[in-house]
């Protein structure tokens, strides 16, 4: 029999990676919900020209497209960002804004590197209907907010505005036709350089004088609005550039009015990859070790609801990248520390109590009380060192004897010390030690 292996680009799960996942997770809804954004599902499979409407040339090779049983083209959704706009597009009756987060799996059929599958889980969270830069501040505050929850300090979110790089291309006497084709190299520039830049530009029809200019200007980035003001002096003379500066300088007031100076960086050389971007541009990044890339991004859509044939509609949102997330926390050892203690290993002596343990385990569960029996016909001192090795505070100990009696014998995993404990009273019990 060949090799059982998992498809290229993609991972398994289990025990720590799945204890941090689910963390991450909940404390993802958690704050979400704190900001008042409600959930939202999608099929995992969309019709390809529902996809195809994000544009963009990566989107042909990057998707995993196939043709199904009724001979329709579909592919797997590389993002939530496109669903969440065809249910825009086709819900005119939504109240807005229309605030939602969504979790769940994505596909991108791109080349697997450290930090970079082609299965990946994103957490969104996006505003639908708000034109106002204060809503492109919002979600970055509750990326903020989850990223203090989870890592305490060593994190940034970068900042740039799509109109601010048409300025940038207008000044360099740039083609608004290959505007695009700029912004798609300069995204590259944190994994291929400055001389790869150089190389994909001149390959897109970019003269070196142009393009000199452009890498040599989006190296501009720092914190608060004094770099705005540098922005600023760059784009005089580009009303599109100015109207990105005036919407990243409403960002920044709100971000010093939040704290949230720190932890905002705005910088000049920030493209993302996606054609369907309008305005402001964001990325996530963890400043510590290990580096696993951006680990959040997004930005203002302000086409796409259209394009999927809603009537004009403005959107804003960002996504948190959970798989690159659950390295950096193994990296930092929580794995183990996030797995649950269990409260109680049911131990029965013999097969004939071993019913008896499974009402007393149904018992401790309703009552909240974590426990798990043993199924293998272990011998008292196995299950010992198994219950040690499971981290569980106590072990019932299941014993005929002590069944005739209406008891049990629990021992204390922390002090080693076993006493009697009458069956109605195990469950306050469990009450009083926790």
Known sequence: MSEMRVVRGMRDLMGPEMYISDYLIETAIKVFRLFNYEPLDSPVLELWE????????????????????GGREVGL??????????IVATSPHLLKPFKRYAIGKAWRYDRPQAGRYREFTQADVDIIGASSSAADAEVVLV????????????????????????????????????????????????????DGVLEELRNRGIDAEQSGFLLDNIALRGKGTDILEEFRELLKGSE???????????????????????????????????????????????????????????????????????????????????????????????GET???????????????????????????????????????????????????????????IVGERDLKKGEVSLRDMTTKATRQVKLDGLVETFGEKS
């Open 77 to 86: 959704r590389f993002d939530l960002t496109v669903p969440l706009a065809r």
């Open 143 to 194: 990326a903020l907010e989850f990223f203090r929850r989870i890592l305490g300090k060593d994190y940034v979110v970068r900042i740039n505005n799509r109109k601010v790089l048409k300025g940038l291309t207008e000044k360099a006497s740039i083609p608004d036709s290959l505007a695009y084709e700029c912004f798609r190299a300069i995204d590259k520039l944190d994994k291929i350089g400055r």
């Open 338 to 396: 996030l797995a649950p203690r269990l409260d109680a290993l049911i131990a029965p002596v013999t097969t004939s109590v071993l019913a008896s343990g499974m009402k007393i385990m149904g018992d401790l569960v309703r009552a909240g009380i974590s426990c798990e029996i043993d199924l293998m016909e272990r011998n008292l001192k196995k299950l010992l060192e198994q219950a040690d090795s499971k981290r569980a505070r106590y072990v019932v």
């Open 50 to 69: 529902t996809l195809a409407a994000k544009g963009g040339e990566e989107v042909e090779s990057d998707t995993f497209k196939f043709t199904d049983k």
């Open 240 to 334: 599109i550039g100015l109207r990105g500066v005036d919407e990243l300088r409403t960002m920044s007031d709100i971000f010093e009015a939040a704290n949230a100076t720190d932890v905002t960086e705005f910088d000049m050389s920030l493209a993302r990859g996606l054609d369907y971007y309008t305005g402001p541009v964001f990325e996530g990044q963890y400043l510590g070790e290990p580096h696993v890339g951006s680990v959040a991004g997004g930005g203002r859509y302000d086409n796409l609801i259209e394009k999927l044939g809603g009537v004009p509609t403005p959107a804003t949102g960002l996504s948190l990248g959970i798989g690159r997330l659950i390295d950096i926390m193994l990296a930092k050892g929580l």
